[in-house]
């Protein structure tokens, strides 16, 4: 999807969509776009990189399922909950940015499947208007 970098441990978006509909009309989030990145972005777009490296994630033991571009934030919050336990509360904070960051994430996936189903959607119109 893009240039975003999606891993292949990341949850489907397929379960979400209404089993009525038809299936071809919605992209799968599994396989690769087969649409060109930075169609509809005359200036580019920005890439999406990996703060944390596997080095950081692999020394904080940070479990593949939170291996993703929120990485940094799961460690902070994590060092912060180590720090202060018993007293978890004073971690409020970093679990609100970690919360934000995840929910950037998604909104970000989001967009990318829904571009990716209208061009999808611009493709069958063309193809029945010729």
Known sequence: ????????DHMSLEKYTFPY???????????????DPLEGFPNGRKTR?????Q????????????????AHKYIEYQACLKNNRPFYWRCKHERHEY?????????I????WERERRLKEREKRQARNL
Do not use: Q, W
Request: charged share 35%.
């Open 1 to 8: 999807m893009g240039n975003i970098g999606l891993t292949k």
């Open 21 to 35: 509909l038809r299936k071809d009309n919605y992209p799968s989030d599994r396989v690769e776009s087969p649409y």
């Open 49 to 53: 990189v990996m703060i944390a490296t």
């Open 55 to 70: 080095e950081e994630m692999d020394s904080a033991k940070v479990h593949p399922k939170y291996r993703d571009y929120c």
């Open 99 to 107: 919360a934000e960051c995840e929910f950037e994430d998604a909104v």
């Open 109 to 112: 996936r989001m967009k990318e």
